[in-house]
């Protein structure tokens, strides 16, 4: 999946203005009123040639005073983008009649920042086009909903104001940063038909899968001729097929930590983007449980649209408080395909998640637990008894996955600073050793 590769987004509207008369109006009214009452009251009418020239400005304001028409245009050179990334936003503005003091301010949302590019312009002729540029900074992954323009300005004189507030801006969705993974957990029980994971079964293949003595009915073109020298009698390379599989993505979106700017929900959403980005290139079905608040499951599926359908599912997730769940601790029999590999990925904190798992473990699913570290978000121990309690809180933790140990379920920790293919290598090495990776 690339984000890149969205198509633009505009939008032209016509907004009406609202219009705000000045303090410098005002002023200019009221020096021009006091000079008119003193005039008529002292019968000073030197006083009118002092105040015309002031009442004479409002006047002509008044006379000219209207909404003017302004047309903007708004451009966004993408509606999906990776988070890191920037992307270009363009407005282009045209008024009906001279404009000055042209201010525009973009409220781009809590995910994105805006800077602007180029020279401002701060007047606007009728008939000439500004346009403005600012490039959008994804900064978090999210479902921006779309920002929005103000847009002010004033007249020559500077006694009326005009507003065009709150003109929204296109959306705009970012899509959690991926970390490139070489190695995959291979799935138990792959399916039937062609993939990139390769079988433990022999057959027709391109993986090297080992070297055996010919036997009669083997082509000569699998022949291994050093083998052959070396042992003395023929030896035949055996292949093994390519298989794929059904990976299902769990992500327990029940809690969430912080310290700082960093938060345990957002290296989950990274790790699970990830990991379904790299099965999918592998050529694996792949589906997502977002296990919280609300549970949201999406079913396996091949290519590039079903990698879109996880990333926008993945860029809603949130921790959300819901009565719905304090009687539904498992997942429903009959939600997961069968052999399918599933990788949780949990700071493994809420029971209901908890519970969830190891009944999956036990029901002899597929499973490998990817641990975001919740101590990685836990300030450092001040003083004796808080260092004890962390330490009795770590054994706790330790028991816990001895747990998920003794039902076959491999938990891997994964730290803050380590890549994500660590986590992913030592549960493929704990599924060699247990053998748990049966002949498919």
């Known amino acids: 999946m690339s984000g890149q590769r969205a198509g633009a987004a505009s939008r032209l509207s016509r907004p009406a203005a609202r219009v705000v008369a000045s303090r410098r109006l005002a002023v200019y009214l009221g020096i021009g009123a006091a000079g008119l009452l003193t005039a008529v009251l002292f019968g000073r009418p030197e006083a009118v040639a002092v ?68 020279p401002s312009v701060s007047e606007l002729r009728p008939g000439a086009a500004a346009d403005l540029h600012w490039a959008l900074s994804c900064r978090r992954w999210g479902g921006r909903r779309g920002g929005t323009l103000n847009v002010s300005a004033q007249d020559r004189l500077g006694l009326f104001s005009y507003h065009w507030a709150d003109q929204r801006l296109p959306g705009l969705r970012i899509y959690p940063a991926a970390d490139k993974l070489r190695r995959l957990i291979p799935a138990a029980r792959p399916q039937m038909s062609a993939g990139d994971d390769v079988s433990n079964l022999r057959g027709d293949g391109i993986e090297f899968g080992g070297i055996r003595q010919f036997l009669p009915g083997d082509r000569v073109r699998h022949v291994n001729w050093r083998a052959t020298a070396r042992r003395g009698t023929l030896q035949v390379n055996e292949l093994r097929p390519e298989r794929n599989a059904d990976v299902v993505i769990f992500l327990d979106t029940f809690t969430e930590l912080e310290l700082g700017k960093e938060n345990s929900l957002d290296r989950a959403v990274r790790a699970a983007g990830s990991i379904a980005g790299a099965y999918l290139r592998s050529r694996d079905r792949v589906g997502l449980i977002g296990f919280g608040g609300t549970l949201r499951w999406l079913a396996p599926g091949l290519g590039e649209r079903q990698a879109y359908r996880i990333a926008d599912s993945l860029i809603e997730s949130e921790v959300i408080f819901s009565y719905a769940w304090k009687g539904l601790e498992v ?79 491999p938990v891997v920790r994964w730290d803050a600073g380590l890549p994500l293919a660590a986590p992913l290598l030592a549960a493929s090495r704990f599924r060699r050793e247990r053998r748990l990776v049966a002949p498919r």
Do not use: C, K, N
Not at 68 to 96: K, T
Not at 339 to 345: E, F, P
């Open 331 to 409: 997942i429903p029999p009959r939600t997961l395909p069968p052999g399918a590999l599933v990788v949780a990925v949990t700071p493994l904190l809420d029971e209901r998640s908890l519970r969830a798992l190891l009944d999956l473990g036990g029901r002899g699913h597929d499973l490998v637990v990817v641990e975001v570290s919740p101590l990685d978000f836990l300030p450092p121990a001040q003083d004796e008894p808080a260092f004890l309690a962390r330490r009795l809180w770590e054994m706790e933790r330790q028991a816990l996955r001895t747990r998920f140990v003794s039902v076959g379920v």
């Open 51 to 118: 105040v015309v020239p002031l009442l004479l400005l409002p006047a002509l304001g008044l006379a000219a005073a209207g909404s003017p028409e302004l047309s903007i245009s708004i451009g966004q050179a993408r509606e999906r983008a990776i988070e890191g990334s920037e992307v270009a936003l363009s407005v282009s503005l045209q008024a009906s009649r001279p404009l000055w003091g042209l201010r525009l301010e973009i409220r781009p949302g809590r995910e994105v920042t805006a800077r602007p590019l180029g």
